[in-house]
């Protein structure tokens, strides 16, 4: 079992930036991918960003083409966490952000096997 604790929403006004936190505790979780999704009221939870490590790849990351060059996820794994440092934030970023372990290289929701209960971020124009 892994469990999942999101941190770091809140109000911003357009442009401004937001650091969220997931921290992890349970099975080990370095071999694990590691990733955010987000659902925005009457739509479909989607996929934001992934980071993955293996031995044989090494670390990566994904991104969804609408946050590319704004939003950037990282991994302490001495703490078990991962932040995602979202920037030049827009109103249509609002939405409950959902952190997800799993396999996140598909960068689908069905395919992460556990989630935290998400936070809130508001992006105001």
């Known amino acids: 079992q892994v469990q999942l604790v999101e941190s770091g929403g809140g109000l911003v006004q357009a442009g401004g930036s937001l650091r969220l936190s997931c921290a992890a505790s349970g099975r080990t979780y370095s071999s694990y991918g590691m990733g955010w999704f987000r659902q925005a009221p009457g739509k479909e939870r989607e996929f934001v960003v992934g980071?993955?490590?293996?031995?044989?790849?090494?670390?990566?990351?994904y991104y969804a083409d609408s946050v590319k060059g704004r939003f950037t996820i990282s991994r302490d794994n001495a703490k078990n966490t991962v932040y995602l440092q979202m920037n030049s934030l827009k109103p249509e970023d609002t939405a409950v952000y959902y952190c997800?372990?799993?396999?996140?290289?598909?960068?689908?929701?069905?395919?992460?096997?556990?989630w935290g209960k998400g936070t809130l971020v508001t992006v105001s124009s």
């Open positions: 997800a372990s799993g396999a996140i290289a598909t960068m689908k929701s069905d395919a992460m096997d556990y």
């Open positions: 980071i993955s490590w293996s031995i044989w790849n090494g670390m990566q990351t």
